[in-house]
C-alpha cells in the first residue's frame, strides 16, 4: 500500500471517530449544561479534510464531513490525522493531551474569532477530547 | 471530642512592601526546619495543603505556606483598585524575604512552584547565604508566552473559567479528577487580573538564562522537579535551567503537570520525600 493510501486509511478512521461526537456529546448532560450558551458551527480540519460541527446550546446537532463550497466557521481547529489520534488516545502522551499543549508545539492551529472559544474554553476542550473514549484500549470500548 | 480537625494553623502577618502595609494571610503546621512554600501565578497557597498535614514532613519541618499579596486571603494594598497589578522579579524577592524575616525564620528551606519555581533562581542568585536549600518545582529560567494573555482579563470572557480552562490543561490526566477539580477550584476564585499580572513575572520581566550560570550552589543547594505533562514549563526547559546551574540538582516526575502538589499529592511525594532527605542531612 503506497504511503497517500496509509495516511488516507488514516484520516478516514480519525473522521470517523469525529464522526461519533454527537452520540458521546449528546448523552452527557453535563457537558450539555456546560454548553448551554454555546450556539456556533467550528470547523475541525482533519489533514485534507474539513469537517463541520454544528452546535447549538451544548448539543452536538451535527457533524458534516462532505466538501463544502462556501460555508462559515466561528473558529477552526486543523490538525494532521496523526496529530488528531495521538490526541485521542485513552491515556495521550505528554504534548498530545491538551489543546493547548498541542498548539504550542505546532501541532494544531487555532484561528478565527476566538471570542466564543475562549468564552466556552472548558467545554470545547471537553467536547473535543470526547473520542479518547472510544479508544482501542479503553475499557468501554462498544 | 470527635471532629475530624487538621494541624494546620492560619494566621496573619503584616508586611511592609513598598511603603505599604501589607497584610499577609499564611498557614503553617509541624516543627523544625522552617520550610517556606511558594504557589502558583493566578492561585494560592491552599496549594500547598498536603504538605501541610504530611506527617512525616511535618515531623522534620515547619511547613509555612502564604498566600501572595491580592491572592487567596491576602488583602491587595490599599490603593490597589488604581494600580495594574504586575508582578516583579524585584517586587517578588522582596515580598518573599520580609516574609521570612517578620517570622525570624532561620535559613529557611524555600520551595516554589512555576513562578515560585522561576523567583527560586533569584533567591539563589542574589541570597543564597539567606536559605537552606531551594527547591524548584516546575522550575525553569525563562519561558516565552505565546498564546495572547489579555484573555485572562477582560469583561468578555469570564476570569475565573479562563484561568481555569487554561491551566486544566497543564495537569496529567493521570491526576486523579477529585484533586484536579480542587486545583481548578483555586483558579476560579482569583480576583480579576491577578493571574495575568502574575504572568507579567513568568513571561516577559523574569528572565535568568543569563544569571543561572551564575548561581553557586555550593553557597545554598538548588533542586528541580519537573512533572511530564506540564506544556507551560516543560521538562525540557527545566533540563535546560538545570545544566545552566552549576551543581544544580533535576528530576523529571513522571505522572504529573504543573501542579504536583495539588494535581496528585500522593504521586508528588514519591520525588519529594528524596529531596526533603537530602535537605534534612545538609
Known sequence: MSSSAMESDEEARVIGLLKRLPELANQDSDLVRRGAYVHDDILIGIGAHRCYVRIAGGLVEEIETRPQRMRSAAFSIIGSADAWSRFWQRMPAPGWHDLFAMNKRGHITIEGNLLTFMQHLQYFKDLLALPRSLSETSPNVR | MSAKFEPIIGRYVHVEIEGKDNRIYFETAGTGIPLVCLHTAGADARQWRHILTDAEITEKFQVIAFDLPRHGKSNPPEGFEREVYRLTAA????????????????????????????????????????????????????????????????????????????????????????????????????????????????????????????????????????????????????????????????????????????ENPEQFRRYLMPVLKRIEQL
Open chain 2, 91 to 262: 517586587g517578588y524577592t522582596d515580598i518573599i524575604r520580609k516574609f521570612c524575616h517578620a517570622l525570624e525564620l532561620s535559613r529557611p528551606v524555600v520551595m516554589g512552584c512555576s513562578i515560585g519555581g522561576r523567583i527560586v533562581l533569584d533567591l539563589a542568585r542574589n541570597h543564597g547565604a539567606e536559605f537552606r536549600a531551594l527547591v524548584g518545582v516546575q522550575c525553569s529560567n525563562h519561558h516565552r508566552p505565546w498564546y495572547d494573555s489579555s484573555w485572562l482579563y477582560r469583561p468578555d470572557v469570564h476570569g475565573g473559567e479562563i484561568c481555569a480552562a487554561i491551566v486544566s490543561g497543564m495537569m496529567a490526566p493521570q491526576s486523579p479528577n477529585r484533586s484536579v477539580q480542587e486545583t481548578l477550584w483555586y483558579y476560579k476564585q482569583g480576583g480579576p487580573g491577578v493571574f495575568k499580572g502574575d504572568l507579567y513575572f513568568y513571561g516577559a520581566e523574569g528572565d535568568y538564562r543569563e544569571e543561572s550560570s551564575r548561581i553557586d550552589t555550593s553557597i545554598c543547594p538548588l533542586f528541580i522537579l519537573t512533572g511530564e505533562y506540564d506544556y507551560s514549563c516543560t521538562p525540557e526547559d527545566s533540563e535546560r535551567t538545570a545544566k545552566a546551574v552549576p551543581g544544580a540538582s533535576f528530576q523529571v516526575m513522571k505522572e504529573l503537570g504543573h501542579f504536583p502538589m495539588s
